[in-house]
């Protein structure tokens, strides 16, 4: 069902008026004077600059302006790579005074352009910025540089018998830092919750240079606004994050996944009811992967899942996750469940896959989390991160499959797939239409209609990537007007010359 007309008319007032008050400030370009200034305090080889005169390859460049998926492109001339703290405040004081725009950077793995310049903005890149400050085994409070890299911190804290509380597909590149800027979500949500709950404070460098040291370790503190939690999910428009103080838990005694093919759809309703009631506290992760992103992923070499007879007729697939005190006890819980399911009439599901080794296990994970990079390998993704309910999961990517094929785009050369995965413990589906090519037709096709879907469902446009540049015209499909006002003031108090991350979040 999609908006009514009385709604769409006040929309399309609401984007007129919106558009009216979201100018961008003037913003001044980066200029060899600029350069010879940051050279002043930053070492050579923290200043990649075209306006240096130490030569810089176009390519080193490139990129720093180019995301993930190759879909969003700046012009930026220079990248700063700054060491320390205050090295990141002078550039910011320098930045404010002469209002040039600035992007931060971690890992560029975010998947809504948030992390590369609209236009010539400097880019400041948090890489070097790498060292863990402290780690403590008795709470578990990890205190880091913003610019390590979430695996690293990950393999840091295993030999303490420790785990961090998220995990995701980009653990290789991204940087806690960037984690905590769009406040990721990912594939451990369901048991460990959101960053705003795990993450214990903050140190973050203002646009004006002032550096806020938040970076508490305490687990109970309420002296006051929690000011961190405004720069978690900020997506670098509100400071820069140059600290992150976490909390991190005791690693599990066991972990086991399984992999269930299910016949029907309508099955992952009553599946993730019954894994609920017999997991209980073990149960980890639950997440959904429909035909065609298996297909996907088997295809490029993600990870291995069921044989061709085990996945035979099943319509999507559920990879469930324990983790718990004992393998035994765990394992005795999911082959009961197992059972449950298989004799239910109908049975839930065609069939369970219980991994029987470490190497099986990972490779269960590879599966589900390679799906993004299959995606990418097929072809160009136009990506919605939306939190619908759950029963609903299957009718968005049809009505959606539909759409296309109504406006004749759904063939080989222009819309391949589209798909449907995600974290169905969370009500949070990944819709990924794969394309031969990034084209005007197929967006025209595909916005406003898939946030008029998922406003019809009272659903949100962003349930963990964040807004970025590919959805500030349509954060009103899931803020309302005085949110958004709101939002703007905060901004506005905070960077007063628009310098952080100019275009993102809010237009
Ligand atoms: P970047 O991409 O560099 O930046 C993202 C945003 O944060 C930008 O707006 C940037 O300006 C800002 N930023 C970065 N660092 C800082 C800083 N230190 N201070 C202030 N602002 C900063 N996301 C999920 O939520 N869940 C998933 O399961 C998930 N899986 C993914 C799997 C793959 C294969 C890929 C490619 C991406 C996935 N993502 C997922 C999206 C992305 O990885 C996350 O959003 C991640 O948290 C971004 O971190 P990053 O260091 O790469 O940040
Ligand atoms: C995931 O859950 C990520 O795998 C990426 O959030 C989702 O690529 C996507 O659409
Ligand atoms: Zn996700």
Not at 206 to 221: A, E, F, M, W
Not at 412 to 424: D, S, T
Request: hydrophobic share 40%; proline share 4%.
């Amino acid at each position: 069902m999609l908006c009514s007309r009385a709604t769409a008319r006040h929309l399309a007032r609401y984007a007129k008026r919106w558009q009216h008050t979201s100018a961008r400030p003037a913003l001044n370009s980066v200029t060899p004077d600029d350069i010879a200034h940051f050279a002043q305090f930053l070492p050579q080889n923290a200043i990649l600059s075209t306006l240096s005169p130490v030569s810089v390859a176009p390519a080193e460049i490139e990129q720093y302006n180019s995301d993930w998926m190759g879909k969003y492109r700046g012009k930026s001339t220079t990248v700063l790579r700054p060491h320390t703290t205050e090295q990141v405040s002078k550039i910011l004081k320098w930045c404010h005074e002469r209002r040039i725009g600035v992007v931060p950077q971690g890992g560029n793995t975010g998947l809504v352009g948030g992390s590369v310049p609209i236009e010539d903005e400097l880019i400041l890149s948090l890489g070097n910025m790498s060292k863990v400050r402290s780690f403590d085994p008795v709470s578990g409070a990890l205190v880091a540089d913003a610019g390590c890299i979430l695996e690293a911190l990950t393999e840091h804290i295993a030999t303490h018998d420790h785990i961090m509380p998220l995990d995701l597909g980009a653990k290789g590149s991204c940087q806690i830092g960037g984690n905590v800027s769009t406040n990721a979500g990912g594939l451990r949500l369901l048991r460990y919750g959101s960053l705003h709950g795990s993450v214990l404070g903050l140190e973050v460098v203002l646009p004006d240079g002032t550096i806020l040291d938040n970076l508490s370790t305490l687990r109970k503190d309420n002296t006051g606004y929690d000011l961190k939690q405004l720069f978690i999910g900020a997506e670098g428009t509100l400071g820069v994050v140059t600290g992150v103080s976490i909390l991190t838990s005791a690693a599990p005694r066991a972990v086991n996944n399984v992999i269930l093919a299910l016949p029907r759809f309508e099955n992952v309703l009553p599946l993730f009811k019954s894994t609920r009631r017999h997991l209980s506290e073990i149960l980890s992760a639950f997440e959904f992967i429909d035909r065609t992103a298996y297909e996907l992923a088997v295809k490029h070499g993600q990870g291995k899942g069921l044989t061709n007879e085990e996945s035979e007729g099943a319509e999507c697939f559920v990879l469930l996750e324990t983790s718990g005190g004992s393998k035994e006890h765990d394992e005795e819980k999911l082959n009961a469940l197992l059972e449950t399911l298989l004799e239910s009439d109908p049975p839930l599901i065609n069939t369970g896959v219980l991994s029987q080794s470490p190497t099986q296990f990972a490779s269960l994970w590879r599966l589900r989390e390679g799906v993004t990079e299959a995606v990418s390998k097929e072809g160009k993704a136009y990506k919605y991160d939306i939190s619908i309910p759950l029963a609903s999961f299957k009718d968005v990517v049809d009505a959606t499959k539909e759409q296309l094929r109504k406006k004749g785009l759904l063939h080989e050369n222009a819309v391949k797939h589209v798909l449907g995965y995600g974290h169905v413990g969370d009500g949070n589906l990944h819709l990924n239409i794969v394309a031969a090519a990034y084209t005007q037709e197929i967006e025209a096709a595909l916005e406003p209609f898939v946030y008029e879907l998922v406003s019809s469902y009272k659903g949100s446009i962003s349930a963990e990537h964040g807004i970025g540049a590919m959805k500030t015209h349509a954060i009103h499909y899931s803020k309302s007007a005085v949110a958004v006002d709101v939002m703007k003031r905060i901004k506005h108090l905070f960077d007063p010359h628009g310098i952080m991350n100019p275009g993102k979040v809010l237009e």
